[in-house]
């Protein structure tokens, strides 16, 4: 009897024992658990924000384009009789620029001319036989219409001839020409280009939410790829609508070129002055994080990162002004932003100013 009260006993007792070396391991792997989710502190840097003086510019790309330009072409067919320009010269406004042979066409108004004459001697026996009454009036209208005919058929050829010497509508520069003497014209032969450069225009497109704040007058300023000189324009144009397919606003802008330094064509960097913030929130692009609607940035708020959405405005190289979602005193985060989640402990190293 006392053999099988030993036996219950050491059973009891190991157990027991085995209950509490469970719990004891139990909580040891919970201590060792929750020392490893525990997230660790990740060190960034970061500054605090403040306002500042901020130049609101819009950099856009444009095109020049020549004040003046025309395709040169004849209005008549015919052989050309002569041309008097040289390729890459200036020309006058009215100066001739070449000839086309005009002989039929002066055979045909000399023959009109006569005709005309016929008509008007039959014109004015007519209106004396009617004053006699010796004609009847239908008679004396069919001698007028037969002279106002003639006298149109002079003017139209007198008209033809005068296209045969081709001038310059306005002056400027002329470019290489696609005829030679003798080369057989119509209206769709290109003759040559002629250009006005001494002021150049300068057309760009603004995105549409920036449409009310650009007025004609107002001034900017553009670079070419080639030159490192910065030249002024002011607006002078701007289209009624915005286009559908690009949401931009076509703007033109004149600048004086008596130079000549500026070439049609030419690819232009504008910049459009829209206005002036004393008081701006500038961050560095580095610290804005895109996301599917719209941009965060990262700020620190008692010890943790937490990610604020925010509105952008202009960009410049390096920095973007921000509208709304942070204010002065903000702590931004500007490095390892990618890395970090909303309630990520860490510890700032703030930029000295």
Do not use: C, W
């Not at 039959?122 to 069919?142: H, V």
């Amino acid at each position: 009897m006392k053999k099988r009260h030993l036996i219950y006993t050491v059973i009891i007792i190991g157990i027991v024992a085995l209950i509490i070396y469970r719990v004891t391991e139990n909580k040891k792997a919970s201590s060792q658990g929750n020392f490893k989710k525990a997230a660790p502190v990740m060190s960034v840097e970061g500054e605090v924000l403040k306002p500042q003086k901020f130049d609101d510019n819009l950099s856009l790309s444009g095109t020049l384009e020549s004040n003046e330009e025309i395709n040169i072409r004849s209005e008549i067919a015919g052989v050309v009789e002569s041309i008097n320009f040289e390729e890459g010269t200036k020309v006058s406004k009215g100066q001739v620029l070449l000839r086309v042979n005009d002989i039929e066409l002066r055979a045909q108004l000399s023959k009109a001319r006569t005709a005309q004459q016929l008509a008007s001697e039959n014109q004015r026996r007519a209106k004396l036989l009617l004053e006699k009454q010796a004609i009847s009036q239908e008679e004396f209208d069919i001698s007028n219409a037969n002279f106002e005919s003639a006298r149109a058929e002079s003017d139209l050829i007198a008209a033809q001839l005068y296209k045969t010497t081709i001038r310059a509508p306005f002056s400027g520069s002329i470019g290489l020409r696609s005829i030679s003497k003798g080369t057989f014209v119509t209206p769709e032969t290109p003759i040559a280009k002629l250009v006005n450069t001494n002021q150049i225009k300068v057309t760009f497109s603004i995105p549409e939410k920036y449409a009310t704040q650009i007025k004609v007058g107002n001034p900017l300023t553009f670079k070419t790829s080639d030159a490192k000189e910065e030249y002024t324009a002011t607006i002078y144009a701007m289209e009624p609508q915005v286009d559908i397919a690009t949401r931009t606003l076509k703007i033109r802008a004149i600048a004086d070129n008596k130079e000549g330094k500026l070439y049609p064509g030419t690819f232009a960097n504008v910049t459009l002055p829209l206005e002036t913030v004393n008081e701006a929130l500038l961050v560095p692009t580095q610290a804005l994080i895109p996301i599917q609607n719209g941009k965060i940035i990262f700020v620190s708020r008692n010890g943790k990162a937490e990610e604020v959405k925010v509105e952008t405005g202009t960009r410049t190289n390096s920095m973007i002004r921000i509208l709304s979602g942070i204010k002065a005193g903000d702590t931004i985060l500007t490095s390892g932003v990618m890395s970090l989640k909303n309630g990520t402990p860490v510890k700032v190293n703030l930029k000295k100013s």
